[in-house]
């Protein structure tokens, strides 16, 4: 039986392209999220067809209830509608490890942006030692719906791998002056996209964006890198977990836990929690998939965060999680 993880995309017989997400799928179909759509008035072209770009997440849902509902699917066990591509209705599966190792065998025939990738995968590699299986390509460029402008997608599996990636990236930096941090003209405006609350602090988030190791400047385009961990790093299924969705709220807490911070999905462990409402939450865990999220917030750090209170079932167990994955949510360090 074939299995999706992140970083892969799907295409329907629609012409429909889906980015999946995570490891863990129900048996009837994938969870992904909608990325490009046929459109002759779009700017990307693949084998004649126009494709454009679709984002923010609102914009998905909004996009597949009026024209394709059938990739929307209310989930009891995660108590949310979500998009879900039906396995049957995968027409193809795009990976970024093969990706990769087809454009290293094409050498001398590639793009701009191509070799730029290759170049940089090869020096991370080089540097941290992970094996070409553990490394590949993503985003646009994967499905061949990349731009002139689009940036460089890389995705490293393994938490092994991920933990010698992320070690690798701090050493580049010091040491590859093709390699930067975004400045402050460019950490500001990636704070704006990504934040765009009125009450936040954008000078604050631009230098947290600066700081980040997983994204920057390479040869002068922008990357951005995922570390996902790997089937052999879990030992849970889909249907270990059920979870229940309590409504939304604030919290002030600290950072307690940040050793899965670096990954998506990244996870902060969080105590002395408090929520700003009028019903009290404990709640032990603030976690995303959503790449902004990643080198958030440090150990130790008192954060003030937003976004949607679930309880998670697990066996016997159960704890409270802040999820943050809408264009409102928000984690930022308040002691900084």
Known sequence: MRRYREGDFVRTPEGLFFGVKGLLHPNHGVIAFLRHV????????????????????????????????????????????????????????????????????????????????????????????????????????????????????????????????????????????????????????????????????????????????????????GFFIKLVKDWKDIRSKYEDYTYFNLGRTKIIGIISDDVNSIFTPCSYGVEESQTLGNKDYDIKKIVSFRGKFPEQAKKGDKIRAEGRIEKVVHGDGEYLRLILEEPQDYLIPINK
């Open 38 to 221: 046929p459109d002759q008035q779009g700017g990307r072209e693949k084998e004649g067809i126009r494709y454009r770009k679709i984002h923010p997440l609102k914009n998905k849902y909004e996009y597949l209830r009026k024209n394709h509902p059938n990739y929307l699917h209310y989930s009891q066990r995660l108590d949310r509608e979500i998009q879900t591509v039906p396995i049957k209705k995968i027409e193809e599966v795009y990976k970024p490890v093969e990706q990769l190792a087809e454009l290293i065998k094409r050498e001398n025939r590639l793009s701009i942006l191509e070799k730029s990738a290759v170049k940089l995968s090869e020096k991370i590699m080089d540097e941290s030692q992970i094996k070409m299986e553990s490394i590949g390509v993503t985003g646009s460029l994967l499905v061949g719906l990349d731009t002139r402008e689009s940036d460089i997608d890389l995705i490293i599996y393994g938490e092994e791998e991920g933990r010698r990636a992320y070690s690798a990236l701090r050493d580049l930096r010091n040491s590859d002056k093709q390699i930067s941090p975004y400045d402050l003209e460019n950490g500001v405006r990636i704070a704006k996209s990504r934040w765009p609350q009125a009450n936040l602090q954008i000078e604050k988030l631009a230098m947290i964006e600066s700081e980040k190791l997983l994204h920057g400047t390479f040869e002068n385009r």
